[in-house]
């Protein structure tokens, strides 16, 4: 079928059908449908591009099912980039009017958020009223929760706490200063969208750590949103502009590395050159853009850092205060492959105790804004998750992605562990332990 990219067709030649993917997705996992697993799903894209099916609810259905966590580009021996194939697929179903499967109207309600600036801000300020004027405690109240939709009840859950973002905001009596020098490394900060409106205070504090580690932050002006969540939608085009529009912002800056502090965001940011294969002018600069990227856990290993932070004895003679683990961002493991780094700073951080979580490599069940569109279907995964989590009893469950952290902030709640465990951001947790 017509709109098809080489890359996506190539990838069916190298299926060879054998299975290893299956055991790898969260979906199939669930429900134990071949349909809804990848060889299913690229049995089904096979069938489009021949022109034996016709695009249609069906294969919406099946194709927005999929988390695209990209498990299965791991665990598969042939390398087929699953990816390539669901991407062009909702492409498609995009193009040819055929609507999400799930709560379609929730989706566009969300996308045309995150890429306008000025809904991200009435956004942040009507969630940090609504909790300042103490509606979240009212609603949390068990008599007034039962009242509550379900779906309401757990958008509530995933909320950060925005006066524990704001007190975020204020740096320490002990400021850091820029690092400065021969050999400094100058980098921005991609704020994001959905981070800056509602964990502002985790990239203040990423700045702030990345400063106390060595680094120069310059000033840039002009990002947006990645375009992950419009691109994983099947809106090529809004994706294609909001790229653009951080390609140019990031050579305005001048800086070596454009740092982020989200894992799905630096994916997205990583694989511009998807973008841009078909164009020329632009692919040159997609390329160098995305060779610059780096998670904030990737540069905190290559920077100075504190006193022996370089090697790795910053916790050494320390007594563990708090048992931490880890759930690790899909898109950060899966595809960037950065899963070590964040483990190797746990291990480095004083009063820590890193656990590990069984199958932390795992989704558990974020995916964007999956956990809005496809709610049943995510807190299942999320169950599962949380009885991981339950059997290794922390203190704190670390993440490295805002939607990792917010519906982790649901499982939390909805496993009755709320005032028990915590769960914060990497970056958080290195700055509150080194007093940042």
Known sequence: MEGYSTAAL????????CGFCLPACPTFLETGLEMASPRGRLAIAEEVMAGRMPLSDYVAEHMYLCLDCRACE?????????????ADTRFLLNRAGIPPAGNPRMQRLLLGTVARPR??????????????????????????????????????AMLPDQAEQVRALRPPARKTAP?????????????GCVQAAL???????????????????????????????????????????LARQNIEAFERSGAEYLVNNAGGCGT????????????????????????????????LLELPGPPRWQDGETAAGTKPRIV??????????????????????????????YVELPGADQCCGSAGIYNVTHPEMSQAI?????????????DVIVVANPGCQMQMLLGVERHGLGGKVRVMHLIDLVAETLGL
């Open 10 to 17: 190539r990838q069916l030649d190298h299926c060879n059908k």
């Open 268 to 299: 997205f940011l990583k694989e511009y050159p998807r973008l841009f294969e078909d164009e020329p002018d632009w692919l040159p600069r997609a390329e160098a853009f995305a060779a610059r990227v780096r998670d904030a856990s990737e540069l």
């Open 199 to 241: 964990f502002e205070g985790t990239n203040a504090r990423t700045v702030r750590v990345l400063e106390h580690f060595g680094a120069r932050v310059v000033p840039a002006a002009g990002f947006g949103c990645c375009g992950a969540l419009h691109g994983h939608a099947g809106d090529r085009e809004q994706a294609k502009a």
């Open 382 to 394: 999320l169950d599962r998750k949380m009885a991981s989590v339950k059997g290794v009893d922390p």
């Open 324 to 353: 931490v683990t880890y759930q690790d961002s899909c898109h950060l493991r899966n595809v960037q492959r950065v899963w070590q780094e964040p483990r190797r700073i746990l291990r480095r951080l004083p009063g820590v105790e």
């Open 179 to 191: 690092g400065t020098g021969p050999g400094t490394v100058t980098v921005a900060f991609f704020p």
């Open 119 to 156: 809904r991200l801000r009435l956004l942040k300020g009507a969630v940090r009223a609504y909790q300042a004027l103490g509606l979240r405690a009212l609603a949390r109240r068990p008599a007034v929760r039962r009242l509550l939709p379900a779906r309401l009840r757990n958008l509530e």
């Open 74 to 86: 791991v665990a598969c021996p042939s390398g087929v980039e699953f990816d390539r194939v669901l």
